[in-house]
């Protein structure tokens, strides 16, 4: 055979295995772990009667996705798409999205009544797509979410609370404030379930000699009264008094189906609203176990431009000690492998998590020794674990855990979350003391107002993308930014010396470590 004559066969042969893979249909593969409790414990409605079904594509570049659409439109879907985004939304009647993909899509009732599609098989990429589409999203309509709201302790023991100058004394704090830095000019968004009143934010503001506030409200103010947004509204003002306070209505985000989307949407709007400002999340999308990277490609992509423009943000890692799948109201079952993962929010690299500890201090509030906070009775305690969804970002490279894992680790940072330990807050016209990782994601949010107002007033520039700065510092700076907690534990993980998923790199000494920032801010590059 001449050389002209094989290299003609290999072309033949090449072109036939191509054909090959192009026809066959990739396999959707079952979904297990909490999704399959999920489906399991619910009814399921027989086929679903969705006026539309849809899921979110995850794409390679944030290009026109022509060939996407055009395999949409051949399986009477549509695309939907925004210029420079990486993901896109396929959507279409429950039979043509079920025919395209080759899975069933059912209508499923659960335990607390709530009607929702589902499949319980996870789409696959079809093959004509896969150098456009890096992946596909849950068909789901139903977002377990929940509030981390406070149980509160009525206030008994004063030396088991931190009033609003104690907890600044315990964190270092006190020297900036008494220097002039209360958050001025700064802007701090609280995204909620529930809403809050403002009698009792009067009462907080004239019980501790604060300046009265009233927040602003996005999308209206949610009738639910948990008590949570009030303490996160109190706790930020508490340290930065005259920051400005936002108070985003998330409720709309987990009505219907398309929670991620509509969460990116809600987030790009309160960028575009009060853009570098600070964000602080304490309620809970859904497990990442639940979810695809797919999924949450808009609100990575939304967060991503936020923290471009200056935003900060911080999410509560959670108050179940790193067993944030287990299902509560939803699905119920003896706590196992499946329960282990975190909050779907606090899987992603953009968010600085926030753990809990119980803290320890001398009888003028000066900080002492702290611990990883765990109530094992209830299984209650400090969220953390490693992501099921996304990769160890280039910031945690240096980190050393005990199963040198390539995934993304959370918590970052930590700070007081114990009930017994707690901040006192006013809810329904009562002292009481607030606690869990939705205290001290807001207590950070305060400290990092006053370290704004002290950047820019000192030649330096608002934090922005935060996690990258705090493990370089954590790694080496000239003055001690972080308390390194060492004792106690969750359900995942053990603290210990050094970065850990319990309590992260640690609680901060705030007039320590923002100085650190200021001299990294403006060293010669």
């Known amino acids: 055979m001449t050389t002209l004559a094989l290299v003609a066969v290999i072309a033949l042969v090449l072109a036939l295995v191509e054909s090959r893979r192009e026809s066959e249909s990739p396999v959707p593969q079952a979904i297990s772990g909490p999704f399959a409790l999920l489906l399991g414990a619910s009814t399921n409605l027989g086929a679903s009667r969705a006026q539309t079904v849809q899921l979110t594509v995850e794409l390679r570049a944030p290009d026109s996705p022509d060939r996407l659409v055009r395999w949409a439109r051949d399986s009477g879907l549509s695309v939907r798409w925004g210029t420079g985004h990486n993901w896109a939304v396929l959507q279409g009647a429950p039979a043509e999205v079920a025919s395209a993909f080759q899975v069933p899509v059912d209508d499923y009732r659960g335990r607390r009544g709530q009607v929702f599609y589902a499949s319980p098989l996870q789409p696959a990429v079809p093959s004509q797509l896969h150098d456009e589409v890096a992946g596909l999203g849950r068909i789901l309509s139903y977002t377990p979410f929940h509030s981390n709201s406070p149980s509160l302790l009525p206030l008994e023991v004063p030396n088991q609370s931190l009033a609003p100058d ?24 609280v995204y909620a379930f529930d809403g809050f009143d403002q009698s009792d934010l009067d009462k907080y ?18 009738q639910q009264r948990s008590g949570e947004a009030a303490m996160d509204l109190q706790v930020a003002h508490a340290i930065a008094p005259d920051a400005r306070l936002v108070l985003v209505n998330a409720r709309s985000t987990v009505e219907g189906g398309g929670t991620y989307v509509k969460i990116a949407e809600q987030m790009a709007s309160v960028d575009e609203q009060f853009p570098g400002g600070i964000w602080t999340l304490s309620i809970g999308w859904g497990c990442d176990k639940l979810l695809t990277a797919a999924d949450l490609a808009p609100v990575r992509s939304a967060m991503a431009a936020a923290l471009a423009r200056g935003t900060t943000i911080f999410n509560a890692s959670g108050d179940l000690a790193g ?8 699905w119920s079952s003896p706590p196992g492998p499946a329960d282990v993962g975190l909050d779907a929010v606090a899987s992603v690299p953009e968010v600085t998590n926030v753990g809990g500890t119980a803290l320890s201090t001398d009888a003028n509030f000066r900080w002492l020794g702290e611990q990883a906070w765990m109530d094992a009775p209830l299984t209650q305690g400090s969220g953390g674990g490693i992501s099921n969804l996304f990769d160890r970002p280039r910031w945690q490279a240096g980190v050393t855990v005990a199963n040198n894992t390539r995934r993304r680790m959370t918590p970052d940072i930590s700070a007081v979350a114990d009930r017994l330990t707690g901040v006192i807050i006013v809810v329904k016209q009562q002292l009481a003391v607030g606690g869990g990782t939705s205290q001290a994601a807001p207590i950070w949010a305060g400290m990092a107002a006053v370290m704004n107002q002290f950047l820019k007033d000192n030649g330096g520039r608002a934090l922005g993308d935060l996690n990258p700065t705090l493990y370089r510092l954590a790694a080496s700076a000239p003055r001690p930014g972080f308390h390194d907690i060492t004792l106690g534990a969750n359900a995942v993980a053990v603290a210990g010396p050094g970065y850990d998923m319990v309590t992260g790199l640690g609680s901060p000494d705030v007039d320590n470590l923002v100085r650190n920032i200021l001299d990294l801010q403006q060293a010669p590059r």
């Open 166 to 189: 104690s907890l600044r004394t315990t964190y270092n704090v006190s020297p900036l404030t008494m220097a002039g830095y209360t958050g001025k000019d700064t802007t701090i968004v």
């Open 205 to 222: 503001a004239e019980t501790f000699a604060l300046p009265k506030f009233t927040p602003e409200v996005v999308g209206g103010m949610p």
């Open 323 to 330: 067993l944030e799948c287990k299902g509560g109201h939803d």
